[in-house]
């Protein structure tokens, strides 16, 4: 297991110079009336785990969805290996970013096997299905112990251990997580955290997560975007965010 020892940031010092494997430019959602995100732009480098925070209304979830095409963009691009991003959900799974929403949405009649293989439904490759289930849950063994078992059985910090599982049985490169510990006991939030490090560490998964736990999440990422009022107000390690008040500001309403 990998220990929660604050990150250093040493993959983003090592991403300077090189492109960003995702990078967003100018990006803004409406939904009606409401702007959502407001020309917002960010980068993201192949081996970091980069959170984004703020506000419940902030954006953040937008921010993920817009990547994924669940969004109305209005304006600005998203780039994926330098190239823009413009296809179907599905099609953006296929090009290596996968993405696991808020409130695990397991399939409750299915067993944790079959959940799995919801991952990538798309893959006519049985050898390298199996490959892939075998992988999954060599990293997360309670999904072998419980394969054969429905997800309704389980408990709510092991779906969401699966709905992890499944985001990996497309095999990303990117993996986006909104909310990986919503209504989770802290026990539960700290193992959770910790396998999200492992994913990064043992399987080189880029990773980008919305995180309402700031504590915990600081713990484990390169970097982070702190967003009010659908804007970038600040780009930084969790030491700067740590050395500042912008999050006193934010939460406070005072940015």
């Given at each position: 297991?990998?220990?929660?020892?604050n990150?250093?940031?040493?993959?983003?010092?090592?991403?300077?110079?090189?492109?960003?494997?995702?990078?967003?430019?100018?990006?803004?959602?409406?939904?009606?009336?409401?702007?959502?995100l407001?020309?917002?732009?960010?980068?993201?480098?192949?081996g970091?785990?980069?959170?984004?925070?703020?506000?419940n209304?902030?954006?953040?979830?937008?921010?993920?969805?817009?990547?994924?095409?669940?969004?109305?963009?209005?304006s600005?691009?998203?780039?994926w290996?330098?190239?823009?991003?413009?296809?179907e959900?599905?099609?953006?799974?296929?090009e290596?970013?996968a993405?696991?929403p808020?409130?695990?949405?397991?399939?409750?009649?299915l067993?944790?096997?079959?959940?799995?293989e919801?991952g990538?439904?798309?893959?006519?490759?049985?050898?390298?299905?199996?490959?892939?289930?075998?992988s999954?849950?060599?990293?997360?063994?309670?999904l072998?112990e419980?394969?054969?078992?429905y997800?309704?059985?389980?408990?709510?910090?092991?779906?969401?251990?699966?709905?992890?599982?499944?985001?990996l049985?497309?095999?990303?490169?990117?993996?986006?997580?909104?909310?990986?510990?919503?209504?989770?006991?802290?026990i539960?939030?700290?193992e959770?955290?910790?396998?999200?490090?492992?994913i990064?560490?043992?399987?080189?998964?880029t990773?980008?997560?919305v995180e309402?736990?700031i504590?915990?999440?600081?713990?484990?990422?390169?970097?982070?975007?702190?967003?009010?009022?659908?804007?970038?107000?600040h780009?930084?390690?969790?030491?700067?965010i740590?050395?500042?008040d912008?999050l006193?500001?934010?939460f406070?309403?005072?940015?």
């Amino acid at each position: 297991m990998v220990s929660l020892s604050n990150r250093t940031g040493t993959n983003s010092m090592e991403a300077n110079g090189n492109p960003p494997l995702l990078e967003l430019t100018g990006i803004s959602v409406e939904y009606g009336a409401v702007r959502a995100l407001d020309d917002i732009s960010m980068q993201i480098h192949a081996g970091e785990i980069v959170a984004v925070m703020g506000p419940n209304g902030a954006g953040k979830s937008t921010v993920l969805k817009a990547v994924m095409g669940l969004a109305p963009v209005v304006s600005g691009t998203v780039y994926w290996r330098e190239q823009q991003l413009a296809a179907e959900t599905h099609e953006i799974v296929k090009e290596g970013i996968a993405f696991v929403p808020q409130g695990r949405r397991v399939f409750t009649h299915l067993t944790i096997a079959e959940n799995l293989e919801m991952g990538c439904i798309y893959l006519n490759d049985r050898a390298e299905k199996f490959r892939r289930l075998d992988s999954v849950m060599e990293l997360f063994p309670v999904l072998y112990e419980k394969r054969r078992d429905y997800a309704s059985q389980m408990s709510g910090g092991q779906q969401q251990m699966l709905a992890l599982g499944r985001g990996l049985m497309a095999s990303p490169e990117l993996l986006l997580l909104d909310e990986p510990t919503l209504g989770l006991a802290p026990i539960i939030v700290r193992e959770v955290f910790s396998k999200v490090a492992e994913i990064s560490e043992r399987l080189n998964t880029t990773i980008m997560v919305v995180e309402h736990n700031i504590k915990g999440v600081l713990d484990i990422v390169d970097r982070a975007y702190v967003l009010d009022k659908g804007t970038v107000v600040h780009n930084g390690t969790p030491q700067s965010i740590r050395d500042t008040d912008i999050l006193t500001q934010v939460f406070l309403g005072s940015a």
